[in-house]
């Protein structure tokens, strides 16, 4: 008895292999008659099409792009601000760009360089939860989605967009008061050149440009402002170029200065953080803290605008 109880056993373990061995050889065959196709594809076309492109979408890259544009550390209903803000020029972009799989890859390349600093991830979570809290909201100009302009300062007031561009398009940017960013850290800022290195920094810019022996100082003429005190345009020698331009040419954080000539030196007084259009992000950082939503602090910026879904 226990020896045909043995013999049974082996044979039954006998049987169990080779169905294993039948289901490896089945399954290793559909294997590669499903991969034949695929194979067939590289040897014709190379290994390039194999590359297999994520899929992104707006808001998967949204908080990210957010911890690039914004203070960390500001309100929450200013974080929703600005993901309504850069949720409305992204989807402009994918409009006019189209946005294929590489164009993705790129601007998460550029938006990830944060990853390393300091308290990123609780930072990231915040913009994420901004994000998920406003989710498809953007800013609208009657039917149309129109780009979400933003700054950090503004020298005292928002400017004019058909005042600075001369475009009906840009109607939508509003001069509004912002007189609470006077208070802000980096308001007022001063930055000296050499009236050499500010010589040579022009030329190089601009070749052809015509300089006296006179100081550089005297050269450039700032004939046109507009009403809140920006540049509008300047001469520079015998050139005629924009204050944004001449503004980003030497790294100056805003092109609403003054210029004056000190011990050889030429200091440019500013004020205020960038282009100076539409919101300011320190004005709607105070008004968060004063108790105001995220759509009031928008309503305020942009009085002619607002806020809802693409499809709504």
């Not at 290793?28 to 594809?41: D, K, N, S």
């Not at 799989?101 to 308290?119: C, F, I, P, S």
């Not at 503004?154 to 939508?172: P, W």
């Not at 790294?251 to 004020?271: H, V, W, Y």
Request: glycine share 10%; net charge neutral; hydrophobic share 35%.
């Amino acid at each position: 008895f226990p020896y045909t109880t043995l013999f049974r056993s082996k044979r039954h373990r006998a049987v169990g292999e080779n169905m294993k061995e039948k289901l490896r050889m089945i399954l290793a065959v559909t294997g590669i008659f499903l991969l034949l196709p695929l194979l067939l594809t590289v040897f014709l076309s190379g290994r390039e099409v194999l590359r297999i492109k994520k899929q992104w979408n707006m808001e998967s890259l949204l908080p990210m792009m957010m911890c690039m544009e914004i203070p960390w550390e500001y309100e929450e209903e200013m974080k929703k601000v600005q993901a309504v803000l850069t949720r409305s020029s992204l989807y402009l972009r994918i409009e006019e760009t189209g946005m294929d799989g590489e164009d993705w890859e790129k601007l998460w390349r550029e938006v990830k360089t944060a990853q390393h600093q300091k308290g990123y991830q609780q930072a990231y979570r915040s913009m994420e939860a901004a994000a998920k809290d406003t989710e498809g909201e953007m800013l609208f100009y009657g039917s149309k989605v129109c780009e979400g302009v933003f700054h950090r300062i503004s020298s005292g007031a928002t400017r004019d967009g058909l005042e600075v561009f001369g475009k009906m398009e840009k109607g939508y940017l509003l001069s509004v008061d912002s007189n609470w960013d006077m208070y802000g850290e980096g308001y007022l800022s001063g930055h000296y050149f050499s009236e050499e290195a500010l010589r040579k920094q022009l030329e190089k810019a601009y070749p052809g440009l015509v300089f006296t022996e006179e100081s550089p100082e005297k050269q450039i003429n700032m004939y046109k402002r507009d009403k809140v005190g920006h540049i509008l345009s300047l001469t520079v020698g015998n050139k005629t170029i924009s204050g944004e331009e001449f503004r980003q040419l030497l790294e100056l954080p805003s092109s609403n200065f003054t210029m004056q000539a000190a011990d050889g030196k030429i200091r440019f007084l500013c004020k205020g953080q960038g282009h100076g259009l539409g919101l300011s992000q320190y004005g709607g950082n105070v008004l968060a803290k004063e108790g105001k939503s995220y759509k009031e602090i928008l309503r305020y910026y942009f009085p002619e605008c607002g806020v809802q879904k693409k499809d709504s």
